[in-house]
């Protein structure tokens, strides 16, 4: 009888034990489940910020199309140069 008890009074300490961790499961599940609300709510703002600053790109990029590439313009000097050069060494050469 007294290994009865003996038996009966672990297995209380092990459902005491097991229902301690699952309470404790609980409270750190939810916990979990707070911080991936928290983490949902961060990217929604960070995609929020993204598509604006992706948004401003686009607008940069058409005004500087609209106006024209400046590197372009130094491509355009750098051929106008050559051509004046090469007319100028045609006037020297009819000269």
């Excluded at 409270?27 to 929020?48: V, Y």
């Amino acid at each position: 009888m007294n290994d009865f008890f003996e038996t009966l009074g672990a297995v209380e300490n092990r459902v005491q034990s097991l229902i301690e961790r699952l309470n404790y499961q609980r409270s750190e599940n939810q916990a979990l489940k707070s911080e991936i609300e928290d983490l949902k709510r961060a990217l929604l703002m960070k995609e929020e910020a993204l598509g604006l600053s992706q948004r401003k790109l686009e607008e940069v990029d058409q005004s500087a199309s609209d106006k024209g590439n400046p590197l372009d313009t130094t491509d355009i000097d750098k051929k106008i140069d050559r051509l004046v050069k090469e007319i100028q060494s045609c006037i020297d050469t009819l000269e």
